[in-house]
């Protein structure tokens, strides 16, 4: 069993930064693949970032290379998402998940942070 906490999101205006953060609970935590979607209002969930176990191997939807980062503290049980440049429509609900079963599906998801960019 694995629980999730996101915090750090919240109001910034556009150009400016914010870093999500996602506590995991649970000893699968450091084998896990683990990922940050986000979904505005009206919109699908749309996948973000992934992280390997090891950090090792990242993923990026286009809409953010460059100005996101992913990153992990296996030690810390805890996921990151740096998010720079940050633009009106990057203002999304943002979930961490974890425990990857394919793409788009994860076992486990965070309960969600706001994140809303003011132009």
């Known amino acids: 069993q694995v629980q999730l906490v996101e915090s750090g999101g919240g109001l910034v205006q556009a150009g400016g930064s914010l870093r999500l953060s996602c506590a995991a609970s649970?000893?699968?935590?450091?084998?896990?693949?683990m990922a940050w979607f986000r979904q505005a209002p009206g919109e699908e969930r749309e996948l973000v970032s992934t992280i390997s176990w090891s950090g090792g191997s990242t993923y990026y939807v286009d809409s953010v290379k460059g100005r996101f980062t992913i990153s992990r503290d296996n030690a810390k049980n805890t996921v990151y998402l740096q998010m720079n440049s940050l633009k009106p429509e990057d203002t999304a609900v943002y979930y961490c998940?974890?425990?990857?079963?394919?793409?788009?599906?994860?076992?486990?998801w965070g309960q969600g942070d706001q994140v809303t960019v003011s132009s």
């Open positions: 998940a974890a425990q990857r079963r394919s793409k788009y599906e994860y076992a486990y």
């Open positions: 649970g000893r699968t935590f450091s084998t896990s693949v």
